[in-house]
Antibody, heavy 120, light 110 residues
Framework: QVQLQESGPGLVKPSRTLSLTCTVS??????????WSWIRQPAGKGLEWIGR???????NYNPSLKSRVTISVDTSKNQFSLKLSSVTAADTAVYFC????????????WGQGTLVTVSS | QSALTQPASVSGSPGQSITISCTGT?????????VSWYQQHPGKAPKLLIY???NRPSGVSNRFSASKSGNTASLTISGLQAEDEADYYC??????????FGGGTHLTVL
C-alpha cells in the first residue's frame, strides 16, 4: 500500500521560499502511470491544486501560482518536492502531497498534510 | 482558474438522502469525464469517494453515488449516517491541462 509523507519547515518568513518534500513508500515513482501532486488548504478553506509532475519531468501548474512554483522529482530517493517562492501570509496552509492516477486523473493516495505558516 | 461551484452547506437527517452539486463549465466538467469526489473529516486528508464521474473505488460504500449532466456533476449520499458528516469536494480536469477543485460543501447530519 502506497504511503506519502510530507516534510519541511513549518515556519517560513515572508518573501522567502517555501520548500517541502514528499517521500513515497510502497510504490516506485519511477514505475510511471501516476502523476505526483501538491495540493494546499488554508485553515477553514477549501482545497487548492498547486501542480503535478510526471516521471518524465513534465509538469503542470495552477496558473495563479505558476510564476512562483517549481515541482521536481528525485527518483533515487523516491521523493518529489515543492518550491514556492516569494511567499506571503496568504500562502499559510496545510500542504498535502498526493498520487494522481495517470489515466483517470483522480487522487487515490494522500499524505497526512503539513502545516506551513508564513510569518516573520 | 476559477473553483468549481458547490453549495457551502447541506444537511439531512439520518436515513435520508442528500445531493451535492458541483457546477463548472464546458472547459472542465462539461468537457471531460475526469470528475472525482472526495470526503474530508476535520484534521484529516481527503479520501477518494468517486472517480471518472460515477465509479467507486473498492471499499467505498455503495451509499455514495454520482452522476454528471452537462456542466454539473452531482454526488448523492443515501441512508445518511452520522459518520457522513464531513466536507465534500469535487474535482475536474480542465482544458488547460490543470486540475480544479470545488469550493467544498459541509454536510451536517441532523
Amino acid at each position: 500500500q502506497v504511503q506519502l509523507q510530507e516534510s519541511g519547515p513549518g515556519l517560513v518568513k515572508p518573501s522567502r521560499t517555501l520548500s517541502l518534500t514528499c517521500t513515497v513508500s510502497g510504490a516506485s515513482i519511477s514505475s510511471g502511470g501516476y502523476y505526483w501532486s501538491w495540493i494546499r488548504q488554508p485553515a477553514g478553506k477549501g482545497l487548492e491544486w498547486i501542480g503535478r509532475i510526471y516521471i518524465t519531468g513534465s509538469t503542470n501548474y495552477n496558473p495563479s501560482l505558476k510564476s512562483r512554483v517549481t515541482i521536481s522529482v528525485d527518483t533515487s530517493k523516491n521523493q518529489f518536492s515543492l518550491k514556492l517562492s516569494s511567499v506571503t501570509a496568504a500562502d499559510t496552509a496545510v500542504y498535502f502531497c498526493a498520487r494522481e492516477d495517470g489515466q483517470w486523473l483522480y487522487f487515490d493516495s494522500w499524505g497526512q498534510g503539513t502545516l506551513v505558516t508564513v510569518s516573520s | 482558474q476559477s473553483a468549481l461551484t458547490q453549495p457551502a452547506s447541506v444537511s439531512g437527517s439520518p436515513g435520508q438522502s442528500i445531493t451535492i452539486s458541483c457546477t463548472g463549465t464546458s472547459s472542465d466538467i462539461g468537457g471531460y469525464n475526469f470528475v472525482s469526489w472526495y470526503q474530508q473529516h476535520p484534521g484529516k486528508a481527503p479520501k477518494l469517494l468517486i472517480y471518472e464521474v460515477l465509479n467507486r473505488p473498492s471499499g467505498v460504500s455503495n451509499r455514495f453515488s454520482a452522476s454528471k449532466s452537462g456542466n454539473t456533476a452531482s454526488l448523492t449520499i443515501s441512508g445518511l449516517q452520522a459518520e457522513d458528516e464531513a466536507d465534500y469536494y469535487c474535482s475536474s480536469y480542465t482544458s488547460t491541462t490543470t486540475l480544479v477543485f470545488g469550493g467544498g460543501t459541509h454536510l451536517t447530519v441532523l
